[in-house]
């Protein structure tokens, strides 16, 4: 069984930045595609940042797409999100995810159903 633990969370005003982490507990990290999600208030939760197992291949969603980067520590069985010039509307629970991929292929993943695993969840607050 995979543990997801997500950190990092937090207050924060409009334009800071905060680095959220995802530690995971088991021995084949590295054959992990890794995902960051989100849920605001009232809305669906959304893919906001993947990343393969080979770590070559990211996604970002539009609206942070130059602002947020999806980085992966293996050696540290860690995820990473770095959120920079942050905005209210990022203000939401962000949870990370992981799938087993068994080292096939290189791909990112954006289906919340694509994933096995899950965090509990952190809290995000950007104020204006």
């Known amino acids: 069984q995979v543990q997801l633990v997500e950190s990092g969370g937090g207050l924060v005003q409009a334009g800071g930045s905060l680095r959220l982490s995802c530690a995971a507990s088991?021995?084949?990290?590295?054959?992990?595609?890794l995902g960051w999600f989100r849920r605001a208030p009232g809305k669906e939760r959304e893919c906001v940042a993947a990343?393969?197992?080979?770590?070559?291949?990211?996604y970002y969603e539009g609206s942070v797409k130059g602002r947020f980067t999806i980085s992966r520590d293996n050696a540290k069985n860690t995820v990473f999100l770095q959120m920079n010039s942050l905005k209210p509307e990022d203000t939401a629970v962000y949870y990370c995810?992981?799938?087993?991929?068994?080292?096939?292929?290189?791909?990112?993943?954006?289906?919340?159903?694509?994933?096995?695993?899950w965090g509990q969840g952190i809290q995000v607050t950007v104020s204006s």
């Open positions: 995810a992981a799938r087993d991929t068994y080292y096939s292929g290189s791909y990112f993943y954006t289906g919340f159903e694509e994933y096995d695993y």
């Open positions: 088991g021995r084949t990290f590295s054959s992990y595609a």
């Open positions: 990343i393969s197992w080979s770590g070559t291949n990211t």
